[in-house]
């Protein structure tokens, strides 16, 4: 049988805060190779302790009929199912719904008979505050077809229904705000805005900022707990450069638990509203 889950487009970042958001949250004076690795070991560990995936990305769920008409996909919150194939006989979209969360629900059932094979095409997981767009001069907003465009980058993975906040304008000041998406390619944005007048953003050219990020805080900071506890364990050698952070999974965690004196751990109760549903 083939791979049960499989990335057609893999997320653009992993990290589930940034290095200035850890250092504005800790003030830690570490180096920013230091930090970067926390962060990323940090980021990786909560996945672990989650049993899912968290990053936005399109992909493909393989599993085989079991006679039931839910199907929990792997890479959670469902953002948009593309394609639905039984032993690669594509299937009727308006047939399968999303019920929330990572859960789809066929009226027929996911049935084991005959071709039990099923192979679910979808973009699915959060948008991290890595996606967000920060000071680009290269952004500009045009009224033909409600569109932000930018040049010399490429846009997050928005799908259709995300909301994002537009920032910097100084012409257009009115596009200054929220907007909901209603399609996205590399380059452009279309929202649902009407946008009524064109802004180049040219001589000169301002900084636009556009947040995507829909991860939810609790999850970065508890990134930022966990990569902070690799600081902890030996903090007052930090300024010299001579911490040793573990390599092995798990050894954030163990530092963290050490570091908590036995006490209720509050990280692992912040995680549990985010654990895989089996």
């Known amino acids: 049988m083939p791979q049960p889950f499989e990335y057609l487009s893999f997320p653009r970042n992993q990290s589930l805060t940034t290095l200035a958001r850890f250092k504005e949250e800790t003030g830690s004076t570490a180096t920013d190779d230091l930090l970067n690795r926390l962060i990323s070991r940090a980021s990786d560990e909560i996945e672990t302790l989650l049993g899912r995936r968290l990053a936005r990305a399109q992909a493909t769920d393989r599993f085989k009929g079991v006679n039931l008409r839910d199907q929990v996909l792997a890479l959670p919150p469902l953002v948009e199912i593309v394609a639905v194939r039984n032993d690669g006989d594509a299937q009727d979209l308006t047939e399968i719904e999303a019920v929330g969360g990572g859960v789809i629900f066929n009226p027929a059932g996911f ?11 979808y973009w699915g997981g959060y948008l991290l505050k890595t996606d967000d767009v920060l000071a680009v001069t290269t952004i500009s907003a045009l009224s033909a077809d409600n569109s932000f465009n930018i040049t010399g980058a490429t846009w997050p993975f928005v799908r259709a229904g995300d909301w994002i906040n537009v920032s910097g304008f100084a012409t257009e000041t009115v596009l200054n705000t929220f907007h909901k998406v ?3 390619t590399d380059t452009k944005i279309i929202v649902e805005t009407a946008i009524a007048s064109d802004d180049l953003n040219v001589s000169p050219a301002v900084a636009i900022t556009v947040e995507v990020a829909n991860l939810p805080e609790v ?3 508890a990134c930022v707990l966990l990569a902070h506890a690799g600081l902890d364990v030996t903090s007052t050698s930090v300024g010299a450069g ?14 963290y638990e050490q570091i908590s004196d036995g006490k209720t751990d509050p990280l692992r109760e912040m995680l549990k ?6």
């Open 111 to 121: 049935l084991s008979t005959l071709r039990p094979l099923w192979e679910v095409d």
């Open 182 to 184: 209603a399609s996205r």
């Open 219 to 221: 999850l970065e900071r």
């Open 242 to 255: 001579t911490v040793k952070v573990a390599e092995k999974a798990g050894d954030l965690m163990v530092q």
């Open 273 to 278: 509203p985010y654990a895989r549903m089996i």
